[in-house]
């Protein structure tokens, strides 16, 4: 089993940066690929990015592509999304959310993910 603990959310000024992390228990974590996903108050869940198993690969929502980068550090069972030049419209709950074992390639599909974390608050001020 996995766990997923999020942190680093918070408030920030439009045009500011936050970094977000995603602490994991259980060996699985390395050994599957991980995203980060976001859901806004009355919007549904959308992906953000992913990042394969050994970070070889990443991929990114349009909306966040060149601000966002998603990162890992397997030693550290930890992952990553270094969050720059943010706007109101990326404010939300973002999750962080790992595959099952086995699975090592990104994906933008939430029902590909097993396991998740709570969530942790951004706002953007304007």
């Known amino acids: 089993q996995v766990q997923l603990v999020e942190s680093g959310g918070g408030l920030v000024q439009a045009g500011g940066s936050l970094r977000l992390s995603c602490a994991a228990s259980?060996?699985?974590?390395?050994?599957?690929?991980m995203g980060w996903f976001r859901q806004a108050p009355g919007k549904e869940r959308e992906f953000v990015a992913s990042i394969s198993r050994g970070s070889t690969s990443t991929y990114y929502a349009v909306s966040v592509k060149g601000r966002f980068t998603i990162s890992r550090d397997n030693a550290k069972n930890t992952g990553y999304l270094q969050m720059n030049s943010l706007k109101p419209e990326d404010a939300g709950v973002y999750y962080c959310?790992?595959?099952?074992?086995?699975?090592?390639?990104?994906?933008?599909?939430?029902?590909?993910?097993?396991?998740w974390g709570q969530g942790t608050q951004v706002t953007v001020s304007s």
């Open positions: 259980g060996r699985t974590f390395s050994n599957s690929a």
């Open positions: 959310a790992g595959r099952p074992a086995g699975y090592y390639s990104v994906s933008n599909y939430p029902t590909d993910y097993r396991y």
